[in-house]
């Protein structure tokens, strides 16, 4: 996959994206063995985790780092399915090096949002995660890759590794190494194909194990 070119599309997130992203995301993230389970009730849990992610996007879009890719446009050749189908392909949401998730003066709504969504028991465990994550994140400056989903009605098409290489793209020409946690085992072997390295192992309770994964930025003449 060396020099292989950027797809069209790709762009710099948007306010304007906020419905989209959360919508792509809640889907994404709907069973994943990580954050399917901090919404616990399986009823509620669409609900719940929108409010949540629509939360944390609206949170990333301070910042400049987050990328999304746009369907084709008309006249374009597009082989996503027509049924359903939304404005973006695939969704990244980044932070640049130094940031955190969440903003300072932040905080006091999160921690509204999520009493509100959640019981006692699962927003402790949501806090819990939250933290062995920012315990686990190295010190070293990165660009940190925090989400990264595929909209239902494309999934199958290689959208989010195409949007994440072009993201990477950019990170490597910024000599800017990149980081992430990957809460689906069945991704891992995605990212190590491009280039990303085991970093350490959180524990969460009930025993899930998540990889985290750090790149040092490539030669822009062989990455990929």
Do not use: C
Not at 147 to 174: F, I, K, S, T, W
């Amino acid at each position: 996959m060396k020099n292989e070119p950027r797809p069209h599309g790709v762009r710099q997130a948007a306010l304007t994206d906020l419905d989209e992203m959360t919508r792509i995301l809640t889907s994404a993230f709907l069973d994943d063995p990580v954050w399917g389970l901090s919404f616990p009730d399986v009823a509620t849990r669409p609900h719940v985790a929108g409010a949540y992610w629509r939360f944390m996007v609206g949170e990333s879009l301070r910042f400049s780092e987050s990328r999304v890719l746009e369907r084709a446009h008309e006249g374009e050749a597009d082989s996503t399915p027509i049924g359903g189908r939304g404005s973006l392909r695939a969704v990244s949401v980044w932070y640049p090096p130094g940031e955190d998730e969440i903003s300072d003066e932040a905080h006091p709504a999160y921690e509204a949002l999520v009493g509100e969504l959640l019981g006692a028991e699962a927003a402790a465990a949501l806090h819990q995660a939250g933290a062995r994550f920012a315990e686990a994140r190295p010190s070293d400056p990165h660009a940190y890759l925090t989400l990264l989903g595929v909209a239902p009605e494309a999934r199958g098409g290689g959208y989010g590794m195409a949007l994440l290489r072009a993201a990477l793209a950019d990170y490597d020409q910024a000599g800017i190494p990149t980081y992430l946690e990957s809460s689906n085992p069945a991704n891992d072997a995605r990212y190590e194909r491009l280039e990303y390295r085991p970093h350490a192992i959180v524990e969460l309770a009930g025993g899930a194990r998540v990889q985290t994964y750090w790149r040092d930025p490539q030669d822009a003449r062989t990455a990929f």
